[in-house]
């Protein structure tokens, strides 16, 4: 960032700190923006919209799927997914990993042994299947830990009334 000539240009420069901007995974915007001067002088790639870009250094394990193309720094991988694999699926199921990084300052993870996971691959169809099951449960989910707070509160009313009424006795 010492070289203006790099920065505040036109685009999308993926960092660590977009993820947290974007805990759905989904990346659709970036903080920083690069210019082409930063872009072609540097060890960058532009990743075209709709890839899976992985950290594997700060933030490691971090998964998202961008939705505009953007450029990316040394903590990050982009994986292109074969036509065959649910993007939904391949972060599914990535996020069940226990990514477990090594280094003597930062802990990170190689290219190689990212590769190596082994990756459970149904036919399409059954993968779409999977994901829908997927969303549908955790939609169950949501909608028990919303009646359980809302059960909650109510209880809460309840025993603050029925003090309340003692106490006015």
Do not use: H
Not at 2 to 29: C, E, H, Q, R, S
Not at 30 to 50: M, P, Q, R, V, Y
Not at 62 to 83: E, M
């Amino acid at each position: 960032k010492t070289n203006p000539l790099y920065w505040n240009g036109n685009i999308p420069w993926m960092t660590v700190k977009d993820y947290a901007k974007n805990p759905d995974g989904i990346i659709n915007n970036t903080e920083d923006f690069i210019t082409e001067k930063g872009l072609k002088e540097s060890s960058s790639n532009l990743i075209e919209a709709n890839n899976i870009i992985v950290c594997t250094r700060m933030g490691l394990g971090k998964i998202a799927i961008n939705t505009i193309d953007v450029a990316i720094n040394q903590d990050l991988r982009a994986f292109y997914l074969s036509k065959n694999i649910s993007k939904k699926y391949f972060l599914d199921v990535y996020k069940t990993y226990e990514i477990n990084g090594s280094g003597m300052t930062v802990m990170g993870i190689k290219k190689e042994e990212l590769l190596n996971f082994l990756f459970p691959l149904p036919p399409l169809k059954e993968q779409e299947e999977i994901v829908n099951k997927v969303e549908s449960l955790l939609n169950k989910v949501t909608e028990l830990e919303n009646q359980i707070q809302e059960r909650k509160q109510l209880s809460e009313k309840l025993v603050f009334g029925v003090i309340k009424e003692k106490l006015e006795r």
